[in-house]
């Protein structure tokens, strides 16, 4: 658990960015062991393995140090902020206050950890002061994942496009917890119960506490209430033309009148496939017999891995 702790720190304060409050980050030198204490030793003995910085960004599996310091600077200036908006979230890690969905949606999120508030403090305070090495590849990168982010839509609605992300990775969040729980404990037939019921409240129940409009479409929806409409149908058309040629799926932003209409793809992977892939392979009998049941018109089966299940839908209020 100790190697998630540095990703731990990439999940607080804020749902949305402004690049322009940054505090600037001297990366000129590596991690000095003159600023050696409890929070350095913690960080050297448990951590750096993890979070080297002289790994490609396909072969890691946390975030490097310079890049966690560089999310937790934006909008603070004072060592004291910094250090109680780390130490806060390490005490209780919450998804709902991720500073870097895509780091969450690449390694995951941490458990609560074993060290108490006082040795949380002492980590962040030697995040702050350290001069950490900046990885050559992470500029490339974060140019790169911008050029994808607006590829779509007028760059003028980026912070819409970040913030709707946050929006979708929390809710995705909360209903991937709540159906993986159902499948563990009752079974995959038994879990489609929770899909029928529950998902729809559930989604509605994270709009109203993250002030927006959220919503799942598909143009094979299960759910009739789920069924995309002629603009989503068209991002829909979209990102498959995209994926089926090698290219990364980007988001879209639209404008209508005082509200900002974001849409974000979603990718198959393993687990989805007990319920949404091949009947003859990846379906069980017993999951289909419920899945006739519950959805007599569905048409959600037949998808491979990484294939686009579906988009989100994020309404968000222009900020005046």
Not at 177 to 185: D, F, G, P, R, S
Request: hydrophobic content about 35%; some cysteine.
């Amino acid at each position: 658990m100790i190697k998630f702790l540095i990703l731990a720190m990439t999940l607080t304060v804020a749902i949305s960015c402004n690049s322009n409050n940054k505090k600037p980050v001297d990366n000129s030198q590596p991690i000095a062991e003159s600023l050696g204490d409890e929070g350095f030793d913690i960080i050297k003995q448990n951590c750096i393995q993890c979070h080297a910085n002289n790994n490609t960004f396909t072969k890691m599996i946390a975030p490097p140090l310079a890049a966690v310091k560089e999310h937790y600077l934006e909008n603070v200036d004072n060592e004291a902020d910094f250090v109680k908006n780390m130490s806060d979230f390490l005490v209780s890690p919450n998804i709902m206050n991720s500073r870097m969905p895509n780091a969450v949606e690449k390694f995951g999120i941490m458990p609560t950890l074993g060290y108490d508030r006082n040795q949380y403090e002492a980590i962040a305070r030697y995040i702050y002061n350290a001069e950490l090495e900046k990885p050559d590849w992470l500029e490339k990168h974060e140019a790169e994942s911008k050029s994808n982010m607006i590829k779509n839509s007028d760059p003028s609605n980026i912070d819409f496009l970040k913030e709707g992300k946050n929006i979708a990775l929390s809710t995705k969040s909360i209903l991937g917890k709540n159906l993986l729980n159902a499948i563990q404990t009752k079974g995959t037939p038994s879990a489609l119960e929770f899909c029928n019921t529950r998902a729809i409240p559930l989604t509605d129940s994270m709009a109203v506490a993250l002030n927006a409009n959220i919503k799942r479409v598909s143009d094979k929806n299960r759910n009739p209430n789920n069924a995309a409409n002629e603009e989503e149908l068209k991002y829909i058309a979209k990102v498959k033309t995209e994926v089926a040629n090698g290219e990364n799926p980007s988001p879209k932003a639209i404008e209508s009148g005082d509200k900002v209409i974001a849409y974000y793809p979603i990718m198959t992977n393993k687990m989805c496939l007990q319920c949404h892939g091949n009947t003859n392979d990846d379906i069980s009998v017993e999951t289909q017999s419920s899945i006739k049941k519950l959805y007599p018109h569905d048409l959600a089966t037949g998808y491979k891995e990484n294939e686009l299940r579906g988009i989100w839908v994020v309404t968000m209020d222009r900020k005046e």
